[in-house]
């Protein structure tokens, strides 16, 4: 029974898929339609999406192949 169950990062991968090449269409198509319905979803989507990439670009290997998210830091 457990060879039919999915792993989490194919769950993810098919997620990933699904929101790129039908979710975030659909709503830049529904934002043309109708702006003043859709305008405040699609940005609130594109932050989200904006916001989760950065966190995946900070994440590095530090020198014992560990992986870290990296600080930010101010000068």
């Known amino acids: 029974m457990k060879k039919d169950l999915a792993s989490a990062s194919r769950l993810k991968r098919e997620s990933i898929k699904e929101i790129n090449e039908n979710l975030v269409g659909y709503i830049n ?13 699609a940005k609130t989507m594109a932050e989200l999406i904006d916001k989760n990439n950065e966190l ?20």
């Open 29 to 41: 198509t529904m934002v043309k339609v109708n702006p003043a319905t859709y305008e405040a979803t």
């Open 56 to 75: 995946v670009k900070r994440r590095k290997k530090n020198k014992r192949g560990r992986y870290r998210i990296g600080v930010k830091t101010t000068c």
